[in-house]
């Protein structure tokens, strides 16, 4: 039998053309994964990967068609919190619930009641918007951790204002664990887009303690919604830049520009301008629209990081977050930056700092912010809008060096959204030599022959 030479030329080419097609395929389908993926895994903080809010519905009371609940909001993020004006959450009923009574809080829409006779429920929208109560409001429609306007801080910052909760009376529902069904299409926004709900999931009772703590007591059921953040989907741009400077080099390395976007760069105000001092410019508007003042970066917030003193054993870092927006004040601000020298910070001056160790073994993460009534309320743009502080770390003698960008931070957030660092390449980097002066060497040859000859 003869070798086929053809055909076995014929095969080899169909085989060559099959594993290319499955190649494509396979890279084809790669791709499809990593985008159903990305927009889930943009909701995940490495330095923050427990960070979420969970909000808790516990039944405490049956009514005669329906239900009463203790909402209980708990911002568990550690440096991300909640600003005026306010987080709003929504919901959407499983039957024909109807909400009869708040405390605490409110809904934005009655809707039509109008099959009710007699007494009116506060809403009967299939879809309710509810909202915190202002401060001040009489006492019997408070609820405890009530009545913030929303705001809420981060679980990092204050433990104690982390916390938002409501009553709700709930009609035409449920009477029992059995009849009771759960609410759907939970929607939270803090106080804009970010915030991604999970469905609501039974868990085991809450339990609570009389003031004396010598009886127990517990929810007659209760579920929870898991709500985590995603920078990306609140906005496509970043909200805030950082620039860089050093004792050892001249050249300040600015924010990117337009590292914010320059879209409204017809809309921005000159700091030299006589708008910005005009009555009414800082009145924050509905939709939260900010007003910025005109820079190359074009964003709201910058950060500031210089390299300011270098000793034998320490070195010494200046602070400096600027506020651009004429609309916004920063009430209870975060700084977070990751510096591999941060495990060693020896004092911080004027903000308040927590280091925050997401990993147990890694601890070059912390957290700054402003000390109350005293500079944890960052102003609007203007002579005013700017918060400052000195950092003083030990140096770690294996791994300190200026060489290289080390000096500088990985990453930096600002009220838990991450910003825009300029390119490696642009940082200020560390002269190569020291600068030679040919007087100080013809001075020094001069006195040596000077010497010799008096010898």
């Known amino acids: 039998m003869g070798f086929d030479h053809q055909s076995t030329k014929t095969s080899y080419c169909q085989c060559r053309k099959w594993n290319s097609f499955l190649e494509l395929k396979f890279i084809s389908v790669l791709v499809v994964l990593l985008l159903t993926i990305l927009p889930n895994a943009a909701a995940y903080d490495p330095l923050d990967p427990n960070g979420n809010i969970t909000i808790k519905w516990d039944v405490v009371s049956w009514t005669a068609d329906g239900y009463v609940a ?64 202002l401060p001040g409001v009489p006492y019997n429609q408070q609820f405890s951790n009530c009545c913030k306007g929303g705001v809420v801080s981060a679980w990092g910052q204050d433990p104690i204002g982390s916390v938002s909760a409501f009553q709700v009376s709930v009609g035409l529902a449920g009477t029992s664990n059995k009849t009771v069904k759960l609410p759907t299409n939970f929607s939270l926004l803090g106080p804009g887009p970010g915030y991604t709900c999970g469905p609501a999931k039974v868990v085991p009772s809450t339990v609570y303690f009389t003031p004396d703590h010598r009886r127990k007591t517990q929810a007659l059921m209760t579920w929870n919604v898991t709500c985590t953040y995603s920078q990306f989907l609140a906005s496509s741009k970043p909200k805030c830049c950082v620039s860089f400077s050093s004792f050892y080099n001249e050249t300040i390395t600015p924010c990117p520009s337009c590292a914010c976007g320059c879209q ?179 001075t020094m040859v001069f006195s040596v022959i000077l010497f010799m000859f008096t010898i």
């Open 70 to 133: 203790a909402v209980t909001m708990s911002n568990f993020q550690m440096y991300r919190s909640i600003m005026s004006p306010g987080w709003t959450l929504s919901w959407q009923w499983a039957k024909k619930e109807v909400i009869w009574s708040m405390v605490g809080a409110q809904t934005t829409e009655q809707g039509d009641c109008s099959k009710f006779k007699g007494n009116v429920p506060h809403c009967c929208k299939k879809t309710p918007v509810v909202v915190d109560l």
């Open 264 to 442: 409204n760069k017809n809309n921005c105000i000159m700091s030299d301008s006589k708008q910005a001092h005009r009555a009414g410019i800082n009145t924050p508007k509905k939709d939260n629209t900010p007003l910025l003042q005109c820079t190359h970066h074009m964003c709201p917030i910058r950060v500031h990081w210089h390299v300011k003193i270098n000793y034998k054993d320490y070195w010494r870092v200046k602070l400096a977050v600027t506020n651009f927006n004429y609309r916004m004040n920063y009430t209870q601000w975060t700084l977070v930056a990751q510096h591999p020298n941060l495990n060693s910070v020896t004092q911080v001056f004027s903000f308040d700092y927590k280091p925050l160790v997401p990993y147990e073994a890694i601890n070059d993460t912390g957290m700054f912010y402003g000390m109350k009534y005293y500079n944890d309320l960052l102003m609007e743009a203007g002579p005013y809008g700017n918060v400052q502080s000195e950092v003083l770390l030990k140096k770690n003698k294996d791994t300190f060096t200026f060489k290289h960008g080390w000096a500088f931070p990985r990453k930096v957030y600002f009220n838990g959204d991450e910003c825009l660092l300029p390119p490696p390449d642009a940082y200020p980097f560390l002269p190569n030599s020291a600068h030679v002066n040919p007087f100080s060497i013809l």
